[in-house]
């Protein structure tokens, strides 16, 4: 019944491990989303997946990979993982992209990932 | 580019008082403004938004905001507080150029006493 949902809840690596993190949805929208809360609570966008295609890539080490194998799931995988990756990922997702405002994100539980 | 700005990171209320969170955004184009809230432990929930229209929009759990151009502000306010509201609320914005790309204040915890 989860809209969006995530796997793992928690994840504790050591650094230099490579992880991945993934995403579904089943509310059949068309766009998926990553965002990286750190420890002060900030989030910030880092991908978006339209269609199975790439439209938003921000500033973000080349480490992080996003990959769409179909809509409905979007996964995050982390090479050679450092301290400063540290944080909640965030899955989200909406119907469209378009820029009316009304595309409402809905967002899943999100993953903690420690890294030590 | 677009930015928000969230004035005070805590805020605590009595249950029953007033709830007021304050977000101010900058943008040169027409704004959409969102208000999420963060239970512990979970992802966000979207609780309004105002796109164009109305400037006056209500959102779940009786919260409503205001969208101010003259003061570019989209202040968060629910009249009486209940233990439940207890949780971080995150201001975003977005424009029609950048498509559903969301841009987050940095939160604010509310803590409700009883």
């Known amino acids: 019944d989860t809209a969006v949902s995530q796997t793992p809840k928690y994840l504790v690596t050591q650094m230099g491990n490579d992880k991945s993190i993934k995403c579904e949805q089943n509310l059949g929208h068309d766009t998926m989303y990553w965002y990286k809360q750190d420890s002060k609570k900030f989030l910030k966008i880092m991908f978006s997946?339209?269609?199975?295609?790439?439209?938003i890539n921000e500033t973000v080490p080349n480490r992080f990979s996003p990959k769409s194998p179909d809509k409905a799931h979007l996964n995050l995988h982390i090479n050679s993982l450092e301290l400063g990756d540290s944080a909640v990922y965030f899955c989200a997702s909406s119907q469209g992209w378009t820029g009316t405002g009304n595309n409402e994100q809905f967002f899943g539980p999100g993953t903690r990932l420690t890294v030590l | 580019a677009q930015s928000v700005t969230q004035l005070g990171s805590h805020v605590s209320v009595s249950e029953g008082a007033l709830v007021l969170l304050r977000c101010n955004y900058s943008s040169s184009v027409p704004p959409y403004l969102f208000w999420y809230v963060q239970y512990p432990n979970q992802g966000l929930q979207l609780l309004l938004k105002y796109t164009t229209g109305a400037t006056l929009v209500k959102g779940i759990n009786g919260f409503e905001a205001e969208f101010k151009k003259s003061e570019t502000s989209f202040h968060l306010t629910k009249p009486s507080a209940h233990m439940s509201d207890a949780a971080e609320y995150f201001c975003?914005?977005?424009?029609?150029?950048?498509?559903?790309?969301?841009?987050f204040g940095g939160g604010t915890r509310v803590l409700v006493k009883p």
């Open positions: 975003a914005v977005t424009i029609k150029a950048a498509g559903n790309k969301l841009t």
């Open positions: 997946y339209n269609n199975k295609e790439l439209i």
